[in-house]
C-alpha cells in the first residue's frame, strides 16, 4: 500500500510550494521513509488559524491530491 | 467545479449529509471521522491519532469512511480539508492528526476536552 517516495512527486510538490509560497523557506522529505513531510516556514501565516495555515498548503498542492498522487502527508507550518 | 482530473465519482453533498455530520458532531463531545474505528484504526494517521487520545486518556467516537464513500466525500465538502482523519471537539472541526499532535505538545487539546 505504501509506495516508495517518488522523487518526481516531490521536485512537483516543492514546485508548487514554491510559486504559492515565494519567500517561504520549506523541506519536502520523506519523513520516516514512508510517508512524505512538508515543513514550511512563511509569512502568508501570520495571523491564520493552524487550521487555515493547513488549508493554504492543501490548497497549493491542490492538483496533486485531486489526481491522487499524493495522499497522505504529515503537514509543519510556522509563520515567520 | 476545477478542471481536475479527478476519476472519483463526483457525489454532491445532500442536506442528507449535512444532517448525518451535524448530528454526529453534535451528539459526540469528540468525534472522528477515520479510516477504520477508534478501536481499529485501519492508516497510519488514524492510528497517530487514537495514541494521541489514548496516552491523554481522552475518550473519542469515530466514524468509519471506509464503510461509506458518500459520507467519505461529504465530510471533505464539509470542512473543505482533503485529508482523514478529520477531527471535531464539540462541533468544532479543529483539523487533522497533525494539528491534534501540535494542539497536545501545546497543552490546548488537554483544556479543549476538560471542558
Request: proline share 3%; charged share 30%; glycine share 6%.
Amino acid at each position: 500500500m505504501c509506495q516508495a517516495i517518488n522523487q518526481e512527486l516531490v521536485n512537483q510538490m516543492e514546485e508548487r510550494l514554491k510559486t504559492s509560497f515565494p519567500d517561504a523557506n520549506f523541506e519536502v522529505d520523506d519523513g520516516d521513509g514512508m510517508h512524505l513531510q512538508v515543513k514550511i516556514t512563511a509569512k502568508e501565516f501570520a495571523d491564520k488559524s493552524l487550521i487555515e495555515q493547513h488549508k493554504m498548503v492543501y490548497a497549493a498542492l491542490n492538483d496533486l491530491i485531486a489526481s491522487g498522487e499524493l495522499h497522505s502527508i504529515n503537514i509543519k507550518t510556522s509563520a515567520v | 467545479m476545477n478542471d481536475s482530473k479527478d476519476s472519483e465519482v463526483k457525489i454532491t453533498i445532500t442536506s442528507d449529509h449535512k444532517k448525518k455530520i451535524e448530528s454526529l458532531i453534535k451528539e459526540h463531545k469528540i468525534f472522528a471521522f477515520m479510516k477504520g474505528t477508534p478501536d481499529m484504526p485501519a492508516c497510519r494517521f488514524s492510528a497517530q491519532m487514537k495514541d494521541i487520545f489514548d496516552e491523554l486518556k481522552i475518550p473519542f467516537q469515530g466514524y468509519n469512511i471506509l464503510e461509506d464513500f458518500e459520507i467519505r466525500q461529504a465530510i471533505k465538502d464539509f470542512t473543505g480539508w482533503p485529508t482523514l482523519p478529520q477531527i471535531f471537539i464539540k462541533g468544532n472541526f479543529i483539523g487533522g492528526v497533525d494539528i491534534l499532535q501540535e494542539l497536545k505538545d501545546s497543552g490546548e487539546l488537554q483544556k479543549m476536552a476538560a471542558l
